[in-house]
């Protein structure tokens, strides 16, 4: 069994009366790539920013690599790159003296790499040595991605990091992440709402919901065993299932239940009367798993 890179224990957070995160408890071994979904405001960047330490939680313990989130050694925090919602890039300084600036910092930097980003990602010309508070939003996001890659993290945390960045942007990101990153058995988590590009690349999908990680799993397996089912509800009253994610009653009196099936449950359910029985959609799944 793979090593555990992050694990999470009952983190509470609030924000006055609000509470964001209700008991979150998250263990993510090495190499694991994991899509982080949820609705607006479900408290993702919160999450993220507790789990590194950057955000005290009111209770709980988050550690990384075995150390505690809020005290990590420098070794550790060498292996950590970050890619915040909103970058906070030097404004000031060029994208070559920004990065110049974090080379000292860490002893993996890739300086190879770096370059061939740089060129790649639309800093050949020019931009590489204009003002940083003078590019547009996804040149800043850009920037701020080589600099997370830059020292070949081992954990690299991303929190909708390409939320900014055009179609192409987009491509070369994934391309990336995918050829350069996930290769080299790094642990992935990112948070996004573009699901076609979680499809992509995440290897499984985590839902924040009512403050916890309601629901884990490879997001193949998931989209191949979540299925909806629905019936009146004297049909599925009986109905118990092994694996179900949830069962909820509309108005008019009609039931839902999401479970995940193998392919012979899904088979038999088919065949009795008065159930319709879907595979989902990841929009589908997100609607359902988020409600
Ligand atoms: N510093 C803060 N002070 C007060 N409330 C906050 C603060 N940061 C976040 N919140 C609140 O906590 C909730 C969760 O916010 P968070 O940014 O973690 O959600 P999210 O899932 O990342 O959302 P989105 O998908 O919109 O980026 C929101 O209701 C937000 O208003």
Request: glycine share 10%.
């Given at each position: 069994?793979k090593?555990?890179?992050?694990?999470?224990?009952?983190?509470?957070?609030?924000?006055?009366?609000?509470?964001?995160?209700?008991?979150?408890?998250?263990?993510?071994?090495q190499?694991?790539?994991?899509?982080?979904?949820?609705?607006?405001?479900?408290?993702?960047?919160?999450?993220?920013?507790?789990?590194?330490?950057?955000?005290?939680?009111d209770?709980?313990?988050?550690?990384?690599?075995?150390?505690?989130?809020?005290?990590?050694?420098?070794?550790?925090?060498?292996?950590?790159?970050?890619?915040?919602?909103?970058?906070?890039?030097?404004?000031?300084?060029?994208?070559?003296?920004?990065?110049?600036?974090?080379?000292?910092?860490y002893?993996?930097?890739?300086?190879?790499?770096?370059?061939?980003?740089?060129?790649?990602w639309?800093?050949?010309?020019?931009?590489?040595?204009?003002?940083?508070?003078?590019?547009?939003?996804?040149?800043?996001?850009?920037?701020?991605?080589?600099?997370?890659?830059?020292?070949?993290?081992?954990?690299?945390?991303?929190?909708?990091?390409?939320?900014?960045?055009?179609?192409?942007?987009?491509?070369?990101?994934?391309?990336?992440?995918?050829?350069?990153?996930?290769?080299?058995?790094?642990?992935?988590?990112?948070?996004?709402?573009?699901?076609?590009?979680?499809?992509?690349?995440?290897?499984?999908?985590?839902?924040?919901?009512?403050?916890?990680?309601?629901?884990?799993?490879?997001?193949?397996?998931?989209?191949?065993?979540?299925?909806?089912?629905?019936?009146?509800?004297?049909?599925?009253?009986?109905?118990?299932?092994?694996?179900?994610?949830?069962?909820?009653?509309?108005?008019?009196?009609?039931?839902?239940?999401?479970?995940?099936?193998?392919?012979?449950?899904?088979?038999?359910?088919?065949?009795?009367?008065?159930?319709?029985?879907?595979?989902?959609?990841l929009?589908?799944?997100?609607?359902?798993?988020?409600?």
């Amino acid at each position: 069994m793979k090593p555990s890179i992050v694990n999470i224990a009952n983190l509470h957070k609030s924000f006055g009366s609000q509470q964001v995160l209700q008991g979150v408890n998250w263990d993510i071994a090495q190499g694991k790539v994991i899509g982080l979904l949820g609705r607006n405001g479900a408290g993702k960047s919160t999450l993220l920013e507790c789990l590194l330490g950057l955000r005290e939680a009111d209770s709980g313990a988050s550690t990384l690599f075995g150390q505690p989130a809020t005290a990590l050694g420098d070794q550790v925090r060498a292996a950590i790159g970050y890619v915040p919602q909103k970058s906070e890039l030097f404004e000031w300084l060029t994208p070559v003296q920004m990065l110049d600036y974090f080379k000292v910092l860490y002893p993996r930097w890739n300086a190879d790499k770096v370059a061939g980003l740089l060129e790649r990602w639309g800093f050949a010309g020019e931009a590489r040595h204009t003002q940083i508070g003078r590019l547009s939003g996804g040149e800043k996001q850009r920037l701020s991605i080589i600099r997370a890659l830059a020292h070949d993290p081992a954990l690299l945390v991303l929190d909708e990091p390409v939320a900014s960045l055009d179609p192409v942007g987009r491509r070369d990101f994934l391309h990336e992440l995918v050829d350069g990153v996930i290769e080299r058995d790094t642990t992935v988590i990112f948070s996004t709402h573009i699901l076609s590009d979680l499809e992509r690349v995440a290897l499984d999908v985590a839902f924040l919901q009512g403050g916890k990680i309601t629901l884990q799993a490879p997001l193949d397996e998931l989209l191949e065993s979540a299925h909806r089912i629905t019936g009146t509800a004297a049909a599925l009253a009986r109905l118990q299932f092994r694996d179900e994610i949830r069962r909820q009653q509309d108005r008019s009196g009609g039931v839902s239940i999401l479970a995940r099936l193998n392919g012979q449950e899904a088979a038999d359910l088919r065949a009795g009367p008065d159930l319709r029985v879907e595979t989902l959609s990841l929009e589908d799944l997100f609607v359902e798993v988020t409600k």
